[in-house]
T-cell receptor, first 111, second 114 residues
Framework: DAKTTQPTSMDCAEGRAANLPCNHS???????VYWYRQIHSQGPQYIIH???NNETNEMASLIITEDRKSSTLILPHATLRDTAVYYC????????????FGPGTRLSVLP | GAGVSQSPSNKVTEKGKDVELRCDPI?????LYWYRQSLGQGLEFLIY????????KSGLPSDRFSAERTGGSVSTLTIQRTQQEDSAVYLC????????????FGPGTRLTVT
């Protein structure tokens, strides 16, 4: 899997948008970008994934640059419950590929 | 519907003892994964099951670790002769098994070896 680079930590004010960046400059054509988060003492939670088009669901939006070398996860109105470690993962769309989790970004939503 | 469940939620054992950790995947999910997460660290892949195929054991750290999946559903991860470095949270995930399907994680089992 391609490696990803994320900031170690970020702060965001409650109610504001949280924009979490991820660099994946060596991503290959068949690799998707996945985002997971892990709230303290819980298992990772799937957020969203995409290939090259921007994606949106009830949790977040995913913006992928045209060259696919970076992406941004957007939480439109962050709440205190969004405080977590956010993982950006690139993974090919194959059976059985396990997710390789890096250290992620620790997002702190502040009141 | 019900998510992935794991038991026990916490397990404290003495060094040298064997432990069994259980995972109940989401009904109908054909793929099942085990990971472990040491304190403050990222997730480490251990083993993967897909249907009736031979499991991918490439992530198991030693021959003290083994896992089985009975009837294509419940899985048990067994650690023999536990060591202190085995202390971690052991996470199970399941997936529909379709190409690219996202994985759904259980709450984990926190194992402490004293």
């Amino acid at each position: 899997d391609a490696k990803t680079t994320q900031p170690t930590s970020m702060d965001c004010a409650e109610g504001r948008a949280a924009n979490l960046p991820c660099n994946h400059s060596t991503i290959s054509g068949n690799e998707y970008v996945y985002w997971y988060r892990q709230i303290h003492s819980q298992g990772p939670q799937y957020i969203i994934h995409g290939l090259k088009n921007n994606e949106t669901n009830e949790m977040a939006s995913l913006i992928i640059t045209e060259d696919r070398k970076s992406s941004t996860l957007i939480l439109p109105h962050a709440t205190l419950r969004d405080t977590a470690v956010y993982y950006c993962i690139v993974r090919s769309y194959n059976y059985g590929q396990n997710f390789v989790f890096g250290p992620g970004t620790r997002l702190s939503v502040l009141p | 519907g019900a998510g992935v469940s794991q038991s026990p939620s916490n397990k404290v054992t003495e060094k040298g003892k064997d432990v069994e950790l259980r995972c109940d995947p989401i009904s109908g999910h054909t793929a099942l994964y085990w990971y472990r997460q040491s304190l403050g660290q990222g997730l480490e892949f251990l083993i993967y099951f897909q249907g009736n195929s031979a499991p991918d054991k490439s992530g198991l750290p030693s021959d003290r670790f083994s896992a089985e999946r009975t009837g294509g559903s419940v899985s048990t991860l067994t650690i023999q002769r536990t060591q202190q470095e085995d202390s971690a949270v052991y996470l199970c995930a399941s997936s529909p098994g379709l190409a690219g399907g996202e994985q759904y994680f259980g709450p984990g089992t926190r194992l402490t070896v004293t």
